[in-house]
């Protein structure tokens, strides 16, 4: 075990070897990683700008499809095994090993470590798709999982599930990975908190040569797009909310100016840091988001309280069968969801599993895994009990423009519901703030975490470095939005299963890197 133990050992590496960071212009890069992640992004904005949107939507659509037809099965059992691991490793003798050393104290009270993982993971997308992902699935609107009948009862009962599946445990898995990984390396073995750190079993000191620089990169480029993809779907919500209720028109230019908007507060709250920016607005975000979701439970309260038990019972049946690619009734289906989400999950975790990392020390990993795990998977079968529950009622019982016109707008259905219960112009007013807000902690957080990357894994990069890459992740979102046109989401949805992909090949490393750590680790 000694023999082993020297073998894998990484406390004594010199992390400075291959480190050209550089001071300039207020910055402190890590000069490979910053500037070609930076330069790659701008060659791809000017393209953008310059070239004929409708011909940069085919390019990236033709991306998208040639990407799922071929690694479909691979999504879908890797995002599997992340899940087996996390469980696996909770609850081994591992699984009592303090992130820090055996002394760490937490940092943040487990309320606010709690808002800042849910609000920085998925807050955008569970305001997004809430309701418009259960009644898609209900209606058939775009096929059905594995094949039921539109319209049914057996529809609603797999509608919940199903959408369960795509915000459970699966995708907090994923998160999980990464974020364990880069708490360990950083915090027990002292390397930096960069993506890179984590594969220093596997390569040795090459971490920190171009091997190192190149998974950085991609850390980066996964990032951005997976941000950019929330931030547009953001926007949309946004601009159709401000349409719904003020009766603006929900134009490109509306949604960009929306962009715009928000990066502003975004570089504001990135500028005050961690304590003074993202923490505050986390646990705003956590008290605005429940404040809606009990008032809209109280509301339909019957279909709510019905909902809980039939979301959970179905997601348990049928995480089984929709984990499994193979000999599937409904191809198109599971390529479409599961196949897009897993990618955009994958392509959000350096960015989650950073940021969660950063404010998890002091936890034991079994304690960390479980609560990154259960915790959001127990509030998101809540929150889509609710949502997804309350429009499946309207939509069979033919109740307001969400139950008579169907699922005709994805960014606009939230509203529709809400015009069917009392109080709704207010519900809509305040869903507004709260998809602002969502957004505003997604852009901060992200640019915080980017900032780590890019200046070699320190935690304070400079200012005028957190203003740029905010600015950066507002200008990608805003370029798939204009690229997209009325078909945004497609154009946002090929971004991220672009970066998704290769990021998967860096993950299932990570998982063995990981476990060679460990085992450096004493009984």
Not at 165 to 190: Q, R, T
Not at 230 to 237: D, F, I, P, V
Not at 256 to 275: D, F, H, K, P, Q
Request: aromatic share 12%; charged share 10%; hydrophobic share 55%.
């Amino acid at each position: 075990m000694e023999e082993q133990n020297d073998k894998y050992s990484i406390e004594n590496t010199d992390y400075t070897v291959g480190q050209d960071n550089i001071q300039k212009w207020g910055f402190d890069v890590h000069n490979p990683v910053f500037g070609t992640s930076a330069g790659l992004i701008l060659i791809f904005l000017i393209a953008t700008l310059v070239s004929d949107a409708s011909t940069a939507k085919g390019l990236l659509d033709g991306l998208k499809w040639d990407i799922i037809g071929s690694f479909d099965a691979f999504f879908i059992w890797s995002a599997n095994l992340f899940v087996v691991f996390c469980i696996v490793l909770a609850f081994s003798p591992w699984g009592s090993i303090r992130l820090g050393g055996s002394e760490a104290k937490a940092e943040h009270s487990t309320i606010s470590w709690l808002a800042m993982l849910f609000a920085a993971g998925m807050g955008i997308g569970l305001m997004f798709w809430g309701v418009a992902e259960p009644v898609a699935y209900y209606t058939g609107w775009y096929e059905t999982p594995l094949g039921v009948e539109a319209n049914t009862p057996e529809a609603a009962s797999m509608a919940l599930g199903a959408t369960m599946y795509h915000w459970g445990i699966h995708p907090w898995a994923i998160y999980g990975v990464v974020a364990l990984s880069l708490a360990f390396f950083c915090y027990n073995k002292g390397l930096p908190l960069s993506i890179r750190s984590v594969f220093y079993p596997i390569l040795g000191d090459r971490t920190w040569g171009w091997p190192g620089h190149i998974i950085d990169i991609l850390a980066v480029l996964a990032t951005l797009f997976g941000l950019a993809t929330s931030l547009g779907l953001g926007a949309q919500q946004a601009a159709s909310g401000i349409q719904h209720v003020f009766g603006i028109e929900a134009s490109i230019g509306l949604q960009i100016t929306v962009i715009i908007g928000v990066t502003l507060l975004a570089i504001i709250s990135v500028v005050r840091g961690l304590e003074g920016g993202v923490k505050v607005l986390s646990n705003v975000n956590m008290v605005i988001a429940f404040a809606l979701l009990t008032l809209v439970a109280l509301m339909g309260a019957a279909v709510a309280l019905g909902s809980i038990p039939t979301t959970l019972m179905a997601y348990i049946e049928n995480i089984i069968p929709l984990s499994n690619p193979h000999g599937r009734p409904d191809e198109a289906w599971f390529q479409g969801w599961t196949v897009f989400y897993w990618a955009w999950w994958i392509s959000w975790s350096p960015f989650v599993g950073m940021f969660i990392a950063r404010v998890s020390k002091g936890r034991t990993i079994c304690e960390f895994l479980v609560a990154v795990l259960a915790i959001p998977t127990l509030v998101t079968v809540l929150w889509m009990s609710v949502y997804g529950g309350m429009a499946i009622d309207q939509v069979a019982n033919s109740i307001g423009a969400l139950g008579t016109d169907g699922l005709k707008s994805v960014p606009l259905a939230m509203f529709q519901m809400f015009d069917a219960l009392s109080m709704g112009h207010v519900l809509s007013m305040i869903a507004i703030v709260l998809v602002l807000v969502f957004f505003i902690t997604s852009s901060d957080s992200g640019s915080l975490v980017i900032d780590s990357i890019t200046a070699g894994g320190k935690i304070d990069a400079p200012v005028p470095q957190r203003i740029f890459w905010a600015t950066i992740e507002g200008a990608i979102a805003a370029a798939l939005l204009w690229i997209g046109g009325t078909e945004a989401i497609q154009a946002l949805q090929a971004g991220a299963i672009s970066t998704g992909l290769p990021f998967t090949f860096v993950l299932l490393l990570m998982c063995v890197s990981l476990v060679m750590g460990l085992r450096t680790e004493p009984r």
